[in-house]
Structure formats: C-alpha cells, structure tokens
C-alpha cells in the first residue's frame, strides 16, 4: 500500500514564476492536508480538502495561494508568482473518510523542497 | 484557539538513557494530541495520539506518553534511547471531534543520542 506520494521532491523557481505542487494521498484516503515548514520551525497548516470541496482554508495566504483537489488526479497546490519568502517545505497529509478514531490520523508525504531562486 | 509548547529545542542524551521530550498545550476544546518523528529531509511520521480514550499512549519504536489534562501536557518518553531515535520530533493538537481537522504544531525538539 502506497504512501503519500509528492512530486517533484525539490523545485527551483525565479521570482515571479508560478510552483505547482502535486500529492496524491494513500490509497483509499479522500482528506488531504497541505502544510508549510519554513527552516527550522514547525509545520504551519495552510488548507483541508475533500474531493472537489475545500473544507478549512483559515491557513492559506490571502493571495497567490490556491489548492485544489480534483474529482480525478492528485491535490495541486499552486502558488504564483512566487517570492523568496515562499521557499520552504511543503508537506501533504492525508486521512481516510470514515468518522473513526483513525480517521483523525494524518500521514504525511515526503514533501516538496521549494527554492526561490 | 490551539497552540503548544515544546520545551527545550535541543534535547541530548546518552544511548541507554531515558529520553523525555516535553510538551504543553492550549486548547478550548477538548484536544486530541499527537507526536510525530521526522528524520532529516524526510516526511512525518506518526509516533503515537491520543483521541479521548486511554490516558497512557504506547507508540511505535518503544515510545509512549501521558496525557495529564491537569498539567495540559503530553510528554514524551521512552526508557532506553538508542542511536537511531535521533531525529526531530513534533507535538501536535487538533480540535477533538469537533471536525475541524488542522493540526497546530510545536515547534519541535531535536533529540541528540551520544554513544
């Protein structure tokens, strides 16, 4: 059973270009999760989606960020016209639907190094 | 509002002795509570939680922690370290099973194991 796949695993971007981070979550997962870690902090959430609906965005820059997480394919989270200040890691999580106790568990992928060049 | 703290950004250790991270936490809402270990330029991954039922939490790879609602605390421990528990470790909240699902993160201790 598959992990977390992120991809690409390292991104340069000048300034002014637009990242696009990928992440299909585990096989039979349908939350996924996006979070931040800036160098030597802790992870930051930025935003929680369902299939075709975003349920808690509270995290996300108010521009230049978006998410989504089509019917078909893995999450994007799309950041334009990037600044260095956007370099960081970015990491997706996911969980599966169910109202159970594991259901609150969050796997997290092997994230997205993102330089601003 | 959710926040925790981790105290000691850096903890050392000797191999074989006990290993104790901290970790406090501020929650309105009944939490769930959350550690997870990330070796370098790697992903998280979940050590251990605790979600309302037992107050004493067994992990993977010999950790455990208690949840002490009185002290809102959720320490780390495991009795014997050993060189390959050296990584940074992440206490985190989340809102319960009110069904807002966002972690809050420490901002982690990094465990050193010397030989």
């Known amino acids: 059973n598959a992990g977390v796949m992120q991809n690409p695993r390292h991104l340069v971007r000048r300034r002014g270009q637009e990242a696009r981070l990928r992440c299909s979550p585990m096989k039979g997962h349908s939350h996924v999760y996006w979070y931040r870690q800036l160098p030597e902090e802790g992870l930051k959430f930025m935003v929680y989606?369902?299939?075709?609906?975003?349920?808690?965005e509270s995290g996300m820059p108010k521009e230049r960020f978006s998410a989504e997480f089509p019917k078909e394919g893995p999450s994007i989270l799309r950041i334009q016209q990037v600044v260095r200040g956007d370099s960081a890691a970015y990491f997706c999580?996911?969980?599966?639907?169910?109202?159970?106790?594991?259901?609150?568990?969050?796997?997290f992928g092997p994230g997205t190094r993102l330089t601003v060049t | 509002a959710q926040s925790v703290t981790q105290l000691g950004s850096h903890v050392s250790v000797s191999e074989g002795a006990l290993v104790l991270l901290r970790c406090n936490y501020s929650s309105s809402v009944p939490p769930y509570l959350f550690w997870y270990v990330q070796y370098p330029n790697q992903g998280l991954q979940l050590l251990l939680k605790y979600t309302s039922a037992a107050t004493l939490v067994k992990g993977i790879n010999g950790f455990e922690a208690e949840f002490k609602k009185s002290e809102t605390s959720f320490h780390l421990t495991k009795p014997s370290a050993h060189m390959s528990d050296a990584a940074e470790y992440f206490c985190a909240v989340s809102e319960g099973d009110t069904g807002r699902r966002a972690l809050t993160f420490g901002s982690g201790t990094r465990l050193q194991v010397q030989p």
């Open positions: 999580a996911s969980s599966p639907l169910h109202h159970t106790e594991s259901s609150y568990e969050q796997y």
């Open positions: 989606l369902q299939k075709e609906n975003i349920i808690d």
